[in-house]
């Protein structure tokens, strides 16, 4: 009879770094079960990519947690803001940009936490980012140090003694370093999608900074995106 | 003009803990913006009870938030496991009680944590406490602290070296050192719902832990319960 896998939890938003994550995991022998959010964002083609990617990953489980951040406000990618375009990397190292959502990954962090407890499972898999997104406080090594000790103190596993663990495994690596460890485990970029301001048809914008980081992360990798000819 | 009072996101079930900790802040001097949470609850007593609360008290504003626990299972209070009943208070203080929803307080936090921040608030009450509820890990103060940590990085405001703080002012306090504060406060306890079971009247089953807790609070503090004569 087969060992049982060691089941996690990972964070799969259908862009670029959280479908990395979810080919680290699965190469690092866990059973990943998938966890999504539509969360009032404008569009619905990441949702509509990770569940495509979760399905040709064969991830054990794919969960779609509906929250409603627009209750809140206060995010170009939740109310009407416009996505900021073509942004020097000077002005995106810059301040925290208005694409940040309100305390969003602690949101999906405690979502995952809830259902790893549910699952028996002890570890969490999120691809926050702390070089190409050190403008937002909740993709900081520190933070998710924090939510690791909360993590510990929150849960029946961790008052049992098993405390649930964090793994970002991309927080300190750059987007070619990301897109080479993807490649190397198979990853279907065709799959992803990381703009913030798609077409209705799904073409990225290719101006956005999601796209620019991309774009960057490719060609520094040397390899060509296979979205590269969807783009406007 | 008046000077305008501090912001505050209260979290608020419509129970008595809740209820008497709106009371502490506004006594304080906050300006309250109570939050609510449907959870998948068997019931939607509490949820009506905290919107009368919250009228009754003149918050500032009242938000329910969908949030649907069910999708991971795995507590009494969301699934088709039988609430407990007449459980000895020896009993009630050993380990986890089935009543506990996974990451409950970790995911109403959140919400909390990300509506401050769109407030601009930097204070957030909740009502856990530590004595009645010792079983629950996510009502202990270290857990509560961790929090704050987490809170302090997690957010613009911490970024920018104003975090926000999580108060739990009953943390420490016996439920009948609850009940005589709030009826200091001119508390009305008998708009508040404790128990877990309720009838479809709204009638609490006296049985429960939360009923019990509740009674034997009122019983300390010598006085009435106005919700008694409800009882079955």
């Not at 060992?3 to 479908?19: C, H, P, W």
């Not at 939740?78 to 305390?103: H, L």
């Not at 796209?211 to 060509?224: I, T």
Request: glycine residues 8%; contains cysteine.
């Amino acid at each position: 009879m087969a060992i049982e896998s060691k089941r996690a939890v990972v964070l799969l938003s259908g862009g670029l770094d959280s479908t990395t994550v979810l080919a680290m995991a699965q190469r690092d022998g866990f059973l990943c079960h998938a966890m999504s959010f539509r969360y009032g964002q404008r569009h619905h083609v990441e949702i509509e990519c990770a569940a495509r990617i979760a399905a040709r990953m064969k991830a054990a489980a794919h969960r779609i947690v509906d929250i409603d951040l627009r209750a809140f406000g206060g995010s170009a990618l939740t109310d009407g803001i416009a996505v900021p375009k073509n942004r020097s990397p000077q002005t995106m190292a810059e301040g925290i940009p208005v694409t940040y959502v309100p305390a969003r990954n602690t949101i999906f962090l405690s979502y995952a936490l809830a259902w790893a407890e549910v699952l028996d499972a002890r570890d969490i898999f999120i691809g926050v980012n702390a070089l190409d997104y050190s403008g937002y406080p909740d993709c900081r090594p520190e933070y998710i140090e924090a939510f690791g000790r909360l993590a510990a103190l929150a849960t029946k596993a961790g008052v049992e003694g098993a405390p649930i663990c964090i793994h970002a495994p991309l927080i300190e690596m750059t987007k070619a370093q990301i897109v080479r460890t993807g490649l190397a485990l198979g990853v279907e970029y065709a799959l992803t999608s990381s703009c913030y301001d798609p077409a209705p048809s799904g073409a990225p914008c290719g101006a956005c900074d999601a796209c620019q980081l991309r774009a960057k992360g490719f060609a520094d990798a040397g390899v060509d995106d296979p979205l590269r000819e969807m783009f406007a």
